[in-house]
């Protein structure tokens, strides 16, 4: 069975979590909550300058409190902090490639040239 694909606007506090950039508490059934959910937390993985992603958590018997908010919170902005890094260090190492590689054509071009006037 394949997977169900989930699109932001399918729900409310998708929108809230990926387009507000808001951590979301719902408590109502979704598709994409697991059956027997009391409460879940959407988090969104706050990366520059929308969300990379988000992280769902989910709890059957006691709500939520104060504390367990703050640190899903916290623990979202800190992952959207090394994704982005990530990627950005990923984005440098191709660009990298790329100019170490151009230099390397170049310098192959000029000594196709240097022996083309040679001969």
Do not use: K
């Not at 951590?23 to 937390?41: M, Q």
Request: no cysteine; glycine share 6%.
């Amino acid at each position: 069975m394949a997977p169900e694909i989930i699109w932001e606007n399918d729900h409310s506090a998708l929108v809230g979590a990926l387009r507000e950039r808001r951590l979301v508490r719902a408590s109502e059934a979704a598709p994409w909550i697991p059956a027997g959910t009391r409460e879940a937390l959407i988090v969104p993985l706050r990366g520059d300058p929308r969300p990379l992603g988000i992280v769902v958590l989910a709890r059957a018997e006691a709500p939520y409190g104060l504390d367990d908010i703050e640190m899903a919170d916290v623990v979202g902005t800190f992952i959207g902090r090394v994704v982005a890094m990530a990627a950005s260090r990923s984005a440098v190492s191709r660009r990298e490639a790329y100019a170490a590689r151009s230099a390397s054509d170049v310098d192959r071009e000029e000594e196709l040239a240097e022996s083309r006037e040679r001969n």
